[in-house]
């Protein structure tokens, strides 16, 4: 008899910890929903003069993509979504410096993408740290510094110069004079439709390849510590058309377009 009811208590006093337990938890899920911020629509426009040709774009989560500017203004435009702090963003005076920011704090977020046509002649640097960098058909001295995003440049012109940790850097159909990449995990991809002055390519852990035309001499210095290399274009070393391409881990492959 003693023994039954002790079953007895002890069914009793496990169903009330967890009958406790999910109430509980209920309670902290319905507090978690009422305390979350809602989802809300954004969105920016805005149109700018410009005094001078620098143009500086900071960002930290923003995803950018940058075109050329049918006049002589910068036209800024950004849309997304976003909980708790509504994103920020900030023109100076003189239209030279753009920032674009989300907060993430007391369980905010945010989604945003940002479209920046810029005027002709203009010297573009770009600061960013997670979101992605598009340029369509950019023809500007262009720099862009990212952390994790990746890079993608279509069409571009003028000078390109991409640092970037963690991400990959796709660049087509370009017509730019001088390319600096420097990368650490990541893929690289030119292919260039002119044949560039200089190409530097310093990618630490991933695979480069370069495509590059054909009727042009270049003075190719291609190496990589434990990857595989592969030229498929006159390497002349009197050639004032310079090609360097480094790696400590990856592939290389240096091509004819």
Same mark, same amino acid.
């Given at each position: 008899?003693?023994?039954?009811?002790?079953?007895?208590?002890?069914?009793?006093?496990?169903? !009330?910890?967890?009958?406790?337990?999910?109430?509980?938890?209920?309670?902290? $899920?319905?507090?978690?929903?009422?305390?979350?911020?809602?989802?809300?629509?954004?969105?920016?426009?805005?149109?700018? $003069?410009?005094? #001078?040709?620098?143009?500086?774009?900071?960002?930290?989560?923003?995803?950018?993509?940058?075109?050329?500017?049918?006049?002589?203004?910068?036209?800024?435009? $950004?849309? #997304?979504?976003?909980?708790?702090?509504?994103?920020?963003?900030?023109?100076?005076?003189?239209?030279?410096?753009?920032?674009?920011?989300?907060?993430?704090?007391?369980?905010?977020?945010?989604?945003?993408?940002?479209?920046?046509?810029?005027?002709?002649?203009?010297?573009?640097?770009?600061?960013?740290?997670?979101?992605? !960098?598009?340029?369509?058909?950019?023809?500007?001295?262009?720099? !862009?510094?990212?952390?994790?995003?990746?890079?993608?440049?279509?069409?571009?012109? #003028?000078?390109?110069?991409?640092?970037?940790?963690?991400?990959?850097?796709?660049?087509?159909? $370009?017509?730019?004079?001088?390319?600096?990449?420097?990368?650490?995990?990541? &893929?690289?991809?030119?292919?260039?439709?002119?044949?560039?002055?200089?190409?530097? !390519? &310093?990618?630490?852990?991933?695979?480069?390849?370069?495509?590059?035309?054909?009727?042009?001499?270049?003075?190719?210095?291609?190496?990589?510590?434990?990857?595989?290399?592969?030229?498929?274009?006159?390497?002349?070393?009197?050639?004032?058309?310079?090609?360097?391409?480094?790696?400590?881990?990856? &592939?290389?492959?240096?091509?004819?377009?």
């Amino acid at each position: 008899m003693k023994k039954v009811l002790w079953r007895n208590i002890v069914a009793v006093s496990v169903a !009330v910890v967890v009958v406790g337990t999910a109430g509980a938890a209920t309670t902290a $899920a319905i507090a978690y929903g009422f305390t979350t911020p809602k989802m809300q629509s954004f969105d920016y426009t805005e149109d700018h $003069a410009v005094s #001078g040709n620098n143009l500086a774009f900071t960002t930290r989560f923003a995803h950018v993509t940058v075109s050329m500017s049918p006049d002589s203004d910068v036209h800024v435009r $950004a849309d #997304g979504s976003y909980r708790g702090d509504i994103p920020t963003v900030d023109i100076s005076d003189d239209g030279s410096k753009i920032a674009v920011e989300c907060s993430y704090r007391d369980r905010g977020s945010c989604d945003v993408d940002v479209e920046l046509r810029i005027p002709a002649g203009s010297i573009l640097d770009i600061n960013g740290m997670a979101g992605d !960098v598009v340029l369509s058909n950019v023809d500007a001295q262009t720099s !862009v510094t990212t952390a994790s995003g990746a890079v993608i440049a279509r069409g571009s012109a #003028g000078t390109l110069d991409v640092t970037t940790r963690f991400g990959d850097v796709d660049i087509t159909d $370009a017509a730019v004079s001088a390319i600096e990449v420097d990368t650490t995990f990541g &893929q690289v991809v030119l292919d260039s439709r002119v044949p560039p002055d200089s190409v530097l !390519v &310093q990618n630490t852990m991933g695979d480069s390849t370069i495509q590059l035309p054909a009727a042009e001499f270049y003075d190719v210095d291609a190496s990589s510590e434990k990857g595989e290399v592969e030229t498929d274009v006159v390497d002349d070393p009197s050639s004032p058309r310079s090609v360097s391409i480094t790696s400590e881990e990856g &592939q290389i492959s240096v091509q004819r377009r």
